[in-house]
């Protein structure tokens, strides 16, 4: 009787967990959880779009939170199947795209903000990753980050002198670790550095803000490169798996594999039990 009761507790605990897992892939790109200053477990909140939630060829204007530059139709950008780093979906950002998605409740704290990036070989033009720290439609804006993809080079528009190469026809990662607390950012390519330890709040604009306002996926009239799995999470994971150990949802792709994980381990230690009880 007390081993049904364990086991019950056990399947209780992985369904509650599941559910939980479950909420969060659920939640990736609601406009709702664009900041843990917006979700129940604040210490915690992340954020993420594969664009895979979206049907292939949606315009993605005042779509899962996304929009053209100054809430601008003209400046949208498309879900497209054409390539993908996650299927079905990337977004196709080409000539008029400037898609913004903004954050609120970024303050403080370490996060990293990553994503993939794929650039044709036929690419030409000068497309730009960009994040600001201050952003509103119409202003005011003040940028942090701006990174340009031109003739083979990725290059820090605001120091040209750091710049890498970078390969085609093949998806990149990048990741920008931002820290609010002492006021620095990094950022990364294909597994090496572009800088580290530059300002934040002055990366690019000046007189900055202690906050991160918004990625801005900017085309400046060039041609198609694609971007997908793009996440936002606390730079420390222990905050992510404390989270989803409460089974709670974070809104988290990271956060739903740890639970994943955790339901592995739980089954695990439930086959062990059941062996030593026999
Ligand atoms: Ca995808």
Redesign the pocket.
Known sequence: MKRTMKLFALFAMMMAMFWGASSAMADTSAPGNVGPGQQSEGAAGGWSD???SYATGTNLHNVGGWKGWDNDPTFTAFTTDDE????P??VDINFASDLVHEYSGYTSGQWVFSGKLFIPSSYTGQSYLIFLNTYADGGPNNWSTQIYFQDGMVVNADDTTQMLPYTTDNWLDWELTIDLDADTQDFMIDGAYLYQGRSWKDGASGGGAANIGAIDLFANGATTVYY??LMLMPASPTAVQFDTMSATSNGSMTGALLALAGLSLIAGMAIISRRRAS
């Open positions: 594969n664009f895979d993908a780093a996650s299927a979906n990337s997908d799995d």
